[in-house]
């Protein structure tokens, strides 16, 4: 299984990203997706998720601006983030829960 991030970066403070995670090694319609996401000195946390079947959940802290969606045709998931706060720095990681994979991460940095 390989996974691999892409689109992190350095945004000012109100500022979007769309994070992309292609998926390699698995039927990927069939799994559900996950991203997480580890601030400096931090544990890793769950920031959302999307079923096989489109279904999706969020922390709370990323409620009502951030969307995560799929495109199976494609192997990928997505996580558009909007409105972005400084709090929202860290390494986002994508991870498949059924195969216990993890990709590399793609760090976002927002400015103040």
């Known amino acids: 299984v390989q996974l691999v991030e892409s689109g992190g970066g350095l945004v000012q403070a109100g500022g979007s990203l769309r994070l992309s995670c292609a998926a390699s090694g698995i039927i990927f319609r069939f799994n559900p997706m996950d991203w997480y996401r580890q601030a400096p000195g931090k544990q890793r946390e769950l920031v959302a998720t999307?079923?096989?079947?489109?279904?999706?959940k969020f922390a709370d802290s990323v409620k009502g601006r951030f969307t995560i969606s799929r495109d199976n045709a494609k192997n990928t998931v997505y996580l558009q983030m909007n409105s972005l706060k400084p709090e929202d720095t860290g390494v986002y990681y994508c991870r498949s829960p059924l195969t216990r994979s993890w990709g590399q991460g793609t760090q976002v940095t927002v400015s103040s």
């Open positions: 999307i079923t096989s079947g489109g279904d999706t």
